[in-house]
T-cell receptor
């Protein structure tokens, strides 16, 4: 099955802790994205990557970090510097050499203990 | 002014009616426009994309684009309770460093009541 997977589905963070959200795709898409969604809000771009070993900050990158060592994988780390991390985190990918259409994974809901 | 703005909701329509969802955007150079549906607690799923002025139909859904007015809409004919969801409008950047980036509106909540 082709698709985008995110894990875990729910994640709990303690104060001062870094946590990493996983995103994997087997669609052979070049571009991958991380968004944050707060209740009743649209999607805000955190980071994106259009090629392996390269990534760009989005609109709300502070307190987050990413890596893109493999085409299939784009993990997001929520650092302790992110003071309000509770949100729904969505990973997306796109075949940008063909189309800008983005396809989404199922999401990870991050909660602070 | 927000870059992508959707009509304020929530929008409530009776079953069988036409639901009209609207979106305006500020970047005159935008070329690609997307509508996503998001059920509560789930991730967005693509409904349609449109690149050219005019109408594009897919089943009960019709996307309408007017680049001169910087306006894109989604019509849902014969609305069903299963269409009840949040609808997100997304617009691409004007090229260059914005290529591949989408800006999303805040979403419009649609409720179709029996």
């Amino acid at each position: 099955d082709g698709g985008i997977t995110q894990s875990p589905k729910y994640l709990f963070r303690k104060e001062g802790q870094n946590v990493t959200l996983s995103c994997e795709q087997n669609l052979n898409h070049d571009a991958m994205y991380w968004y944050r969604q707060d209740p009743g809000q649209g999607l805000r771009l955190i980071y994106y990557s259009q090629i392996v070993n390269d990534f760009q900050k989005g609109d709300i990158a502070e307190g987050y970090s990413v890596s893109r060592e493999k085409k299939e994988s784009f993990p997001l780390t929520v650092t302790s510097a992110q003071k309000n991390p509770t949100a729904f985190y969505l990973c997306a990918s796109a075949p940008i050499l063909v189309s800008e259409t983005q396809y989404f994974g199922p999401g990870t809901r991050l909660l602070v203990l | 002014q927000k870059e992508v703005e959707q009509n304020s909701g929530p929008l409530s329509v009776p079953e069988g009616a036409i639901a009209s969802l609207n979106c305006t955007y500020s970047d005159r150079g935008s070329q690609s426009f997307f509508w996503y549906r998001q059920y509560s607690g789930k991730s967005p799923e693509l409904i349609m994309f449109i690149y050219s002025n005019g109408d594009k139909e897919d089943g009960r859904f019709t996307a309408q684009l007017n680049k001169a007015s910087q306006y894109v809409s989604l019509l849902i004919r014969d609305s069903q309770p299963s269409d009840s969801a949040t609808y997100l409008c997304a617009v691409n950047g004007a090229g260059g460093t914005s290529y591949g980036k989408l800006t999303f509106g805040q979403g419009t909540i649609l409720t179709v009541h029996p």
